[in-house]
């Protein structure tokens, strides 16, 4: 359909069918978020003012001819309590310095998982497969047809081996088949390109949101590969989509904590045990647009890492909107009135979604916009706020900021609305239209299917930064700033490797 009502939008990985789009940005902004972002940029002011200070002192040192040397050692020897205090307060800074600094965290490299072939399903085959289970009724299953056809999903995406059987056969068993399957897949791939052995892990984060099995999914990867006893190991459960950000976060603070050790992130969704088998229609959209997919990343704080490393992460910002009881309830795990599960989503979602993508990137502009842009920014915020002028409150163009944008493929229509608010041109979202394409909606590890397209197509050059944006219930908007440490090539068995040619595709509108 060609009119707007009738397109379908999304956010934390689901979709839904309403006349409502994301508010457009240039009308509202709210000062807090930007004052939050102003004391991120201050908590660096030290390192920005010292910069360019030992820059002054090394170009005045560097004009110094040997008379003005000797000159300086004759005015030292009888000042000796001046020497001494100098450099007291010298090896007292320089240690504080040192101390108190974050510690970089490079990313090493990551590893997608791509399913076997005979995983895939057609459009044809999943509605006959929906028909021939008896469980939809006939509107459901037009609502279905419907949901596909504007998804913006390919006909070579993945369901779980439970869901290919008549009828479906949906387990405990089945869903751990599927996770080991995935996350082990991801981590052997990870392993073998990086060369590191799972006893250097000292860090394990594993984020998935549905499936949640004791013992833990993090426990599960433990057990496979032997890891050390002594391990931190973390396992996120009901965080949606933006949980791999979330799942980085944690990874980067411990990495501040642990010295010279490496950190896993893995990042998955779960099929077999979370298909809606009733006829609610805000309940049947994750059918049509949830795929098998996952991700493993290796951080590292090392500094030997670093010659070796695709990228250096730079910022991450995280938005939350729980304390509000309508984006709390947006995105809702429930059970229908036939007492079947699944999640249920709100009229107000594309709203709450917007508000709290305003939020995150009006955080995230001081620390990542050039200063015309961010003074631009602030003084129409400050005219309009202070002189309650009817100005517009210029929006900042992140296109000055990133070379990349890897915006979660919840859904077509999010993806079509960030494109349109935030200014950016068609191919700075061909790698989440891709992705969705190829792989459908993977959940969290979306945004990884995205930066790997985004290498395979060999546009990652050296000091290209990237951002990495995800939503998910609760309701949450995060983002992740990583810098290319080199002109970064595809690893070995990229999830694009077999097909990165035939795209990027022209999608049917």
């Known amino acids: 359909m060609s009119s707007e009502s009738e397109r379908t939008a999304t956010s934390d990985g689901v979709q839904i069918h309403q006349s409502r789009r994301l508010p457009d940005f240039l009308q509202s902004v709210n000062l807090k978020y930007v004052k939050l972002g102003y004391h991120y940029l201050v908590s660096y002011l030290l390192t920005l003012c010292l910069v360019p200070l030992m820059a002054v002192i090394l170009i005045q040192a560097s004009q110094l001819n040997p008379d003005d040397l000797h000159l300086l050692w004759l005015h030292l020897q009888y000042n000796l ?34 399913p076997p072939s005979h995983l895939q399903v057609k459009f044809h085959q999943f509605m006959e497969h929906s028909k021939l289970t008896g469980d939809f009724d006939d509107s459901s299953l037009e609502f279905q047809r419907r949901i596909l056809e504007r998804s913006g999903l390919g006909e070579e995406t993945y369901v779980p081996e439970a869901m290919h059987y ?3 056969r ?6 751990r088949e599927e996770a080991e399957q995935v996350m082990f897949g991801a981590l052997d791939n990870l392993f073998a390109n990086t060369n590191v052995k799972p006893k250097d892990i000292g860090i394990l984060v594993v984020n998935c949101s549905l499936f949640n ?33 979330i799942a980085i976060d944690l990874a980067k603070d411990l990495l501040q904590v642990h010295r010279n050790t490496y950190a896993v992130v893995v990042s998955t969704e779960n099929i077999t045990q979370n298909w809606y088998f009733g006829n609610k229609k805000s309940m049947l959209i994750p059918n049509c647009l949830f795929r098998v997919g996952g991700s493993a990343v290796l951080l590292s704080n090392k500094s030997s890492d670093r010659r070796r490393a695709k990228y250096k ?36 979602l594309m709203a709450i979604a917007g508000g709290a993508l305003k939020a995150n990137i009006t955080t995230l502009g001081p620390l990542v916009l050039p200063i015309s842009e961010q003074l631009l920014f602030f003084s129409t915020l400050v005219t309009k706020k202070l002189l309650n002028a009817k100005v517009k409150p210029y929006i900042p163009d992140f296109k000055l900021a990133f070379d990349h944008f890897c915006i979660h493929a919840g859904g077509r229509a999010v993806i079509d609305e960030l494109e349109k608010n935030l200014q950016l041109l068609p191919t700075h979202v061909e790698a989440s239209r891709m992705t969705l394409h190829r792989f459908g909606n993977t959940s969290s590890s979306s945004i990884w299917y995205e930066l790997a397209y985004t290498e395979a197509k060999g546009r990652m050059r050296k000091r290209n930064r990237v951002w990495q944006i995800a939503f998910g219930s609760g309701f949450k908007c995060n983002s992740a700033v990583w810098e290319a440490l ?24």
Request: glycine share 6%; charged share 20%.
């Open 81 to 114: 309590v001046s020497v001494v205090i100098f450099f007291v307060v010298l090896v007292f800074g320089s240690t504080v310095y040192i101390m108190t600094r974050p510690r970089s965290v490079y990313l090493v490299d990551y590893s997608c998982y791509r």
């Open 166 to 168: 008549l009828p479906p």
């Open 170 to 175: 949906p387990s405990m068993s089945a869903a």
């Open 213 to 245: 099995p004791t013992p833990s999914l993090s426990a599960m990867i433990l057990n496979k590969y032997k890891l050390r006893g002594n391990i931190r190991s973390f396992n996120l459960g009901g965080m949606g989509c933006s949980a791999g950000v």
């Open 313 to 348: 992460l730079v910022h991450v910002v995280r938005t939350h909107r729980g304390a509000d009881d309508k984006a709390f309830r947006c995105v809702y795990q429930e059970q229908d009135d036939a007492g079947k599960t699944g999640v249920s989503l709100s009229k107000d």
């Open 486 to 509: 080199r002109n970064v090539k595809p690893s070995p068995n990229s999830p694009w490797e077999d097909c990165i040619d035939k795209y990027p595709v022209q999608i049917v509108a």
